[in-house]
């Protein structure tokens, strides 16, 4: 799996989780690029089996600088077909009305664009603030994984730790999903003529299915002859005559 790691950090504190924890981590499942918020270009949103992104807020609700400059640029990227995970730093007893703003921000327009944001976690007793900042999705659960290097570094590892494990489990999981899906998409039961999943689209009249999600080594279906085609590392392999698979 190819991941890419993007953050930024105003006075070091995500540099030195990143440092410390995600690079290690994040290196013992998969093949790890990372890169500040600021050395960014187009080229860095292509092909990648996960974008990791880490932002730290700051300022009642703020965007961490790098992240503020970049934003404008962010909310243009076609997020379709891309899979995400949001880390962020923030302080739950100085700006618990804001804690942690940025994962949420951040993970909106992924979704808003059309990606599929993994990692959420629950707001479970550990954390100590009553409020209901930008990064919670519902009362109990954050759009991704929120540190407090301020008031709660000794749960820093360890948060880290099973955050990328369910992350890996979670991408895992729905790997298979799709799989099954593209191997039998007639079982998928949604109850529409039209199924999706995953950034996959079944039209059950049509017979064919969009593929957005480039996945090595999964199947899909060619729209004219309903035959099976492999599909690997984005260029289609057509077992049958080679002359017409559909790119969508
Ligand atoms: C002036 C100031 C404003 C802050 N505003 C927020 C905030 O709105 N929400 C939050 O969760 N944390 C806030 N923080 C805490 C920072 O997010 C936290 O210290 C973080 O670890 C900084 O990360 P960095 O060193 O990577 O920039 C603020 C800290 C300061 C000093």
Redesign the pocket.
């Known amino acids: 799996m190819n991941i890419k790691l993007i953050y930024g950090?105003?006075?070091?504190?995500?540099?030195y989780v990143v440092d410390q924890y995600f690079i290690p981590g994040l290196e013992e499942i998969g093949d790890l690029e990372y890169k500040n918020v600021n050395d960014l270009t187009e080229e860095d949103w292509g092909e990648s089996d996960l974008f990791v992104l880490g932002i730290?807020?700051?300022?009642?609700?703020?965007l961490?600088s790098d992240w503020e400059d970049y934003f404008e640029t962010f909310k243009e990227i076609d997020f379709s077909g891309k899979s995400v995970a949001v880390f962020g730093?923030?302080?739950?007893i100085?700006?618990d009305e804001?804690?942690?703003?940025g994962v949420g921000i951040l993970a909106e327009v992924v979704l808003e664009n059309g990606g599929h944001v993994f990692g959420y976690t629950k707001k479970d007793e550990s954390y100590d603030f009553d409020t209901t900042p930008k990064s919670l999705v519902n009362e109990d659960t954050f759009y991704g994984l929120c540190l407090d290097?301020?008031t709660q570094d000794e749960l820093t590892k360890d948060r880290v730790s099973k955050w990328i494990d369910s992350v890996k489990k979670e991408i895992d999981s729905l790997d298979n999903e799709v799989e099954a899906f593209l191997n039998a998409p007639e079982n998928n039961t949604l109850g529409s003529k039209i199924d999706t999943l995953a950034g996959l689209t079944y039209d059950k009249d049509n017979d064919f299915m969009k593929f957005q999600k480039k996945q090595n080594d999964f199947q899909w279906i060619d729209e004219e002859q309903s035959e099976y085609d492999s599909f690997s590392n984005g260029e289609t392999n057509n077992e049958s005559d080679g002359e017409d698979s559909n790119e969508y």
Do not use: A, R, V
């Open positions: 950090s105003d006075t070091g504190k995500t540099e730290p807020t700051w300022y009642d609700g703020e961490q730093l923030g302080d739950q100085g700006y804001w804690f942690c703003d290097e301020d």
